[in-house]
């Protein structure tokens, strides 16, 4: 399995037994260092990858079955080549499993998305409030299988999330 954006370690807790290995990958020091320290007796193996998500990553193209990305999209400055690098590694028959927040379909909230976005991008650590996530994806070579769209509770310009599944066309 492939989190990309694997940050502190937050889904590791929720992998089930099936998952034995993690290829994690995250630029932050700071955060795998947290990752490390969350995963405590957890038989689960995380690979750490010191990075950014759109440079090539260390993979043989088609060897890994499941990728995961959950609030990441956000802030990864070319989410395209990020996606478009996950597609390389990802096995014909693997799935990207999703969970981003993005581009609201309710214009007024748009408009404060795109207003926003300048600003929060400089005290959120580059996040992007207004990328259109399913489109990103399809973008990138993947086929959405599986969409749910909604708001989450809070201010709507930060809650409008994507959640699903694609696979590679």
Same mark, same amino acid.
């Given at each position: 399995?492939?989190?990309? +954006?694997?940050?502190?370690?937050?889904?590791?807790?929720?992998?089930?037994? @099936?998952?034995?290995?993690?290829?994690?990958?995250?630029?932050? %020091?700071? %955060?795998?260092?947290?990752?490390?320290?969350?995963? +405590?007796?957890? %038989? =689960?193996?995380?690979?750490?990858?010191?990075?950014?998500?759109? !440079?090539?990553?260390?993979?043989?193209?088609? &060897?890994? @079955?499941? *990728?995961?990305?959950?609030?990441? %999209?956000?802030?990864?400055? @070319?989410?395209? &080549?990020?996606?478009?690098? =996950? #597609? #390389?590694?990802?096995?014909?028959?693997?799935?990207?499993?999703?969970?981003? /927040? +993005?581009?609201?379909?309710? *214009?007024?909230?748009?408009?404060?998305?795109?207003?926003? !976005?300048?600003?929060?991008?400089?005290?959120?650590?580059?996040? /992007?409030?207004?990328?259109?996530?399913?489109?990103? =994806?399809?973008? *990138?070579?993947?086929? =959405?299988?599986?969409?749910? !769209?909604?708001?989450?509770? +809070?201010?709507?310009?930060?809650?409008? !999330?994507?959640?699903?599944?694609? #696979?590679?066309?």
């Amino acid at each position: 399995m492939l989190e990309v +954006g694997i940050g502190s370690g937050l889904n590791l807790p929720f992998y089930t037994s @099936d998952v034995r290995r993690v290829l994690g990958v995250d630029p932050s %020091l700071e %955060l795998q260092r947290m990752a490390r320290a969350r995963l +405590g007796a957890s %038989l =689960i193996q995380v690979d750490f990858f010191a990075q950014s998500a759109e !440079t090539p990553l260390p993979l043989p193209a088609a &060897s890994v @079955d499941t *990728a995961v990305l959950t609030w990441t %999209l956000c802030s990864i400055p @070319d989410a395209s &080549s990020a996606l478009r690098q =996950i #597609r #390389r590694v990802l096995k014909p028959d693997a799935q990207l499993i999703f969970l981003e /927040h +993005g581009r609201a379909p309710d *214009a007024p909230v748009v408009a404060w998305q795109d207003r926003l !976005t300048p600003v929060w991008k400089r005290i959120g650590g580059g996040c /992007h409030l207004n990328r259109k996530i399913d489109d990103i =994806i399809q973008s *990138a070579g993947f086929q =959405i299988v599986e969409l749910t !769209t909604r708001y989450l509770p +809070g201010p709507r310009p930060m809650t409008y !999330t994507y959640q699903g599944l694609a #696979r590679v066309e």
